[in-house]
Structure formats: C-alpha cells, structure tokens
C-alpha cells in the first residue's frame, strides 16, 4: 500500500472500533465477517487470516482444505488412519466452514476493541472477548487481498486491499484512488 493512502484506510476501519460482530460466513476459502447492529461494515478476506485467542488458533484459511473433525471421527469409526483418509471429500465438510458455524453461535462479546492496519495491509482486529482476526495479504501484486465497505456511510463505494495498492471500487463506477 502507498504510503499516503494508509491513513485514509485507517481512518475507514476506525469506523469499526465499539462495533459488534453480527455475522460470520464464507464464500470457499474467503472469510465474510459483518459488523455493526445490522452487520453494515463489512469485511472480505481473502488473503491469509486467522482468528486466534492467545492460547489457540480458532481457525484459519487453510482449513478450508482440511476435512472437519466430524468427517475425521467418522473415518476413523470405519478403521481408517489419517494416513488414509479420501484425499477429496464435499467441500462443505471441510474445518474451515465447522469453525465459522461454531464462531456465529459465540457471537456476544465480540466487540471490536482497536483495529490496526500496517503499510503491508497487515489488518490486525481485537475483540474485547481476547480474540483476534489477523488478515495478511500475502500477495506482492495487484490480486485483490481484502475489501472493506459500508453502503450507508460511503455509498456504492468499497475500498479494496490489493497487495501494492488501495482502490475504492463501486457498482457501475470506474476506480479510483485516495488523493495523494
């Protein structure tokens, strides 16, 4: 991300801070959170991310392409090993989606407490309950890593995370950028 226009993804993702989480969902691997009393921020990741407590990784994007513990019991009752388990199974069994279902029911608490964002588009958000969401773009080109947008407060106007840049994109509207 270009240096002037760090501030200005700031100051939209400041919007955040004394937000709840509403929503919790997915789209394959891409993690889509809603925040607000109607879940009227909203967040994509589509990068790396993580959300952990201190002690525990509760999930990330690579579970997506890990069979959930149910499906993992479930070989096991019928004698395989993990050496054995089926290389593809229904994507919707997969860890990934099993973690978010579990974190839409342990929703209360989860109140943004500071949200922080680097020049890398490091995106680090803090929930009073101890759990944080880590989004790290790890792409060096212009692969789209994360979007941020509320309809209500910039109208049509979502601001993407690329991995060397930030555009503002809207429905039927050319690009555009923070002004330098």
């Known amino acids: 991300m270009k240096k002037y226009e760090l501030p200005h993804v700031r100051e939209r993702l400041s919007g955040l801070i004394g937000q709840c989480l509403h929503d919790a969902g997915y789209a394959a691997d891409m993690l889509t959170l809603g925040f607000g009393q109607e879940g009227e921020y909203r967040l994509h ?25 149910e499906l993992c019991i479930k070989w096991r009752a019928e004698g ?14 997969c860890r990934l989606f099993e973690a978010v279902k579990a974190l839409r029911t342990q929703l209360d608490g989860m109140t943004v ?15 009073a309950n101890g759990v944080t969401l880590l989004a790290l773009p790890m792409r060096s080109d212009d692969d789209e890593c994360w979007r941020f947008w509320n309809d209500e407060v910039w109208p049509d106007q979502h601001m993407v995370v690329y991995g060397d840049h930030v555009e503002l994109h809207g429905p039927g509207k050319e690009e555009s950028h923070f002004p330098e």
């Open 113 to 127: 407490e500071t949200v922080e964002v680097n020049q890398l588009g490091d995106l680090r958000i803090a929930f």
């Open 45 to 69: 990741i589509e990068s790396s991310y993580r959300m952990a407590t201190e002690e525990t990784i509760l999930f990330d994007r690579i579970d997506y392409f890990r069979p959930s513990k």
């Open 80 to 93: 395989l090993d993990e050496d054995d388990f089926p290389q593809e199974w229904p994507d919707t069994d």
